[in-house]
């Protein structure tokens, strides 16, 4: 045991660890100052944005009795402006009246912003709508960049086997990237933001910083609307800022006395931002922080796991994680004994938490930790071993749950509280076909971008799995 706890001393102080200095965060004490607006700001924002929020509902309810066009564009701009969240029952009675009139003769524009919309919602439209305005040669051509943009917007609410979607894709993303220097502006800037990133898969708050921008270009913009956008955009920065100030009075107390900032990357500030993708409304401030939490949690242990503890502490550390309690991390050197302790109090303060509001699955908490410390001790005892699976499937066994997507649907719903059922969440530790879906892509995504940017062997890739499984020599 003295000798183990030597090692592992010498390998904590040491200057060049198994993957080097992790780089230290940009951010540090920045949240603990920043101060956005002053508090008389604040009200004034607060009390400025009511009174929006009732115009822009009489707005609404005018819509309603107007053609399908101008439906259709009231929704479309409340959404890339963010605002769409204060008015969800308003929109959904919107999108039900637009359905009913789907069938109306619509021009191309009109047709792929309708689709795209419906598609968005959950309605069930057929990509046959575009079947119409197909040549002879069977293509359908424009040179309108503003259809050829929305087009291509459309074509990325797709799903497998619509072929004449995947053809607008390829196409109208040829055109746009031809035309794009030559655009106005305000156009141009919307087509560069869309080849980068299509609307679809934009955060919410990322899009409606770019187009409150863009929006304020239009000269068919309302002021108000405009007005109101950008009130709610820093009344929400103001909230996240809180939270950030928050998490980072709890991240350097947990730094500091886990002493993690040797083997972990500081992605406290990374971790926040993620979680606004998952939900960005004021009322799920208290979700954003738990996951961020529990999340950065599952990246101190990724680092643990891959580039610093032994097979045996791994062992060790997972199996005192299993039983849970103050004896089980007794066979673990002091560093690993001093992050459990700072594990469970963490995960302990969120169960009181979720407890005092009354959360009936606040047990259901650690979980996370467990299941993500025995998939990465897993993947360890492959890399000490220099052992490889012979396929993907074998690889996806662990590697797609490690990817923490499925935990994160659970742990979402929990934080939100009666939001999901015992049932519900019964299911989606099932590892349901959907679940694993997503985790699979998100393994994925994130080995190609490792074995890019790292190249080290340390960790096992899906990718390299692939290359073994088909004899082929891994790209240079």
């Not at 419906?118 to 309108?144: A, C, E, P, Q």
């Not at 609307?225 to 809180?242: A, G, H, Q, R, V």
């Amino acid at each position: 045991m003295a000798a183990d706890e030597a090692r592992s001393v010498s390998r904590l102080h040491s200057e060049e660890d198994m993957h080097g200095k992790h780089h230290s965060t940009l951010w540090g004490d920045f949240f603990l100052h920043h101060v956005p607006c002053r508090p008389g700001q604040y009200l004034i924002m607060k009390d400025n944005v009511e009174i929006m929020k009732e115009e822009v509902k009489k707005m609404l309810l005018d819509v309603g009795s107007s053609d399908l066009s101008h439906k259709l564009d009231c929704i479309d701009t409340l959404e890339r402006l963010g605002l769409d969240y204060h008015y969800t029952k308003e929109i959904d009675e919107l999108m039900c009246n637009v359905f009913e009139a789907r069938d109306q003769d619509l021009d191309l524009t009109t047709t792929s912003q309708l689709f795209y919309l419906l598609r968005k919602h959950g309605y069930h439209i057929s990509s046959d709508v575009f079947l119409k305005f197909r040549d002879d040669k069977g293509d359908i051509v424009t040179n309108d960049a503003r259809c050829l943009l929305r087009m291509y917007e459309a074509a990325h609410v797709r799903v497998n086997g619509e072929e004449i979607l995947d053809n607008i894709l390829i196409h109208t993303k040829r055109q746009l990237q031809c035309i794009v220097d030559d655009l106005e502006p305000t156009l141009q800037e919307e087509v560069r933001y869309a080849l980068e990133t299509p609307l679809f898969r934009r955060l919410n708050r990322v899009q409606a910083r770019q187009f409150i921008s863009t929006y304020e270009k239009s000269t068919t913009r309302i002021n108000m609307l405009l007005e109101f956008s950008k009130l709610d955009f820093n009344i929400l920065l103001t909230l996240y800022c809180e939270e950030l100030k928050d998490l980072t009075l709890w991240w350097k107390e947990f730094q500091a006395q886990a002493n993690t900032t040797i083997y972990a990357r500081d992605r406290m500030v990374e971790m926040h931002f993620w979680m606004m993708g998952v939900f960005f409304e004021p009322q799920y401030s208290y979700s954003r922080k738990m996951l961020t939490q529990l999340f950065m949690i599952v990246s101190v242990l990724d680092d643990l796991y891959d580039s610093h503890c032994t097979t045996e502490e791994g062992n060790a550390f997972t199996a005192a994680l299993q039983r849970w309690d103050e004896e089980g991390v007794e066979q673990c050197p002091t560093y690993l004994r001093t992050l459990y302790t700072n594990i469970r109090a963490t995960i302990k303060a969120i169960e009181e938490d979720l407890n005092f509001q009354n959360n009936k699955h606040a047990k259901l908490v650690k979980g996370l930790i467990i299941d993500m410390a025995m998939c990465y001790n897993a993947e360890t005892e492959w890399r000490d071993k220099k052992y490889v699976p012979a396929t993907v499937d074998e690889h996806l066994k662990i590697s797609a749950r490690s990817s923490g997507c499925m935990h994160l649907v659970s742990q979402g719903f929990i934080s939100m509280g009666d939001v999901a059922t015992s049932e519900a969440l019964e299911w989606a530790s099932t590892y349901p076909k959907i679940v694993r879906a997503v985790c699979i892509i998100a393994r994925l995504a994130n080995d190609i971008m490792s074995y890019k940017v790292e190249k080290h062997q340390t960790i096992l890739w899906c990718l390299q799995c692939k290359l073994v499984q088909k004899n082929t020599a891994p790209p240079q």
